[in-house]
């Protein structure tokens, strides 16, 4: 069974530039989730979708932070314009459901300049 | 508000010795608690789930274990070897949410 794809594995942006992540979850999980990890400590939640609809997006940065999952699929996260303290790992999960067991891609090493 | 703190920080041990990873949470209403493996520049590679019915679940040299009521979970590692080193983090979803609240890691070292 393929896991959970992400695109790409590496951006350098400068700030103020916009810079778009790409999620593939796992076939046939409902749910997806976009996290965001600092350096040195734990992810945090930034998003979930159950199929499209949004489930719980409470922190996401939503001036600056935008997400969808068109079709309950693949999904994009954007961010316009980029901070300095944006700079992070961008990490998507998907489940079968809300409480099951989360399986987590690859992720996205994003440094803003 | 849901808070996961581990401690410690940063272990070293000399291959072979058994260890544990502690985690403690503020609210104990729990739904599950899940402990994570996390190598330098990778993803999160789940390693045991506990339900908040389970006392412990156990996988190979892994044995994680709960106690819901003092806010503690601990991932016993034995007979450690040099590829166990990574990051370890644990993660709970309280009852009634859906997202898993995480600790900061504890980064493991074993050396040969």
């Known amino acids: 069974e393929a896991g959970v794809a992400q695109s790409p594995r590496y951006k350098i942006i400068e700030k103020r530039q916009s810079v778009a992540f790409w999620c593939n979850p796992i076939s046939g999980h409902a749910t997806l989730y976009w996290y965001q990890q600092i350096l040195g400590q734990g992810p945090k939640l930034l998003i979930q979708?159950?199929?499209?609809?949004?489930?719980?997006d409470s922190q996401l940065p939503k001036d600056r932070f935008s997400a969808e999952r068109l079709k309950g699929v693949d999904s994009t996260l954007k961010i316009q314009p980029a901070k300095l303290e944006d700079s992070a790992v961008y990490l998507c999960?998907?489940?079968?459901?809300?409480?099951?067991?989360?399986?987590f891609g690859p992720g996205t090493r994003l440094t803003v300049t | 508000k849901q808070e996961v703190t581990q401690i410690p920080a940063a272990l070293s041990v000399p291959e072979g010795e058994n260890l544990v990873l502690n985690c403690s949470f503020t609210?104990?209403?729990?739904?599950?608690l899940q402990w994570f493996r996390q190598d330098p520049g990778k993803g999160l590679t789940s390693l045991l789930l506990?339900?908040?019915?389970?006392r412990e679940q156990t996988s190979g040299r892994l044995n994680a274990s709960l106690d819901k009521s003092s806010g503690r979970s601990t991932l016993y590692i034995a007979a450690s070897q040099p590829g166990d080193s990574a990051t370890y983090l644990c993660a709970v979803r309280t009852q009634g949410a859906q997202k898993l609240v995480f600790g900061q890691g504890t980064r493991l070292t074993i050396n040969p």
């Open positions: 506990i339900q908040s019915s389970q």
């Open positions: 979708f159950q199929n499209n609809g949004v489930v719980d």
């Open positions: 609210d104990s209403a729990i739904y599950n």
């Open positions: 999960a998907s489940s079968s459901g809300g409480l099951g067991e989360q399986y």
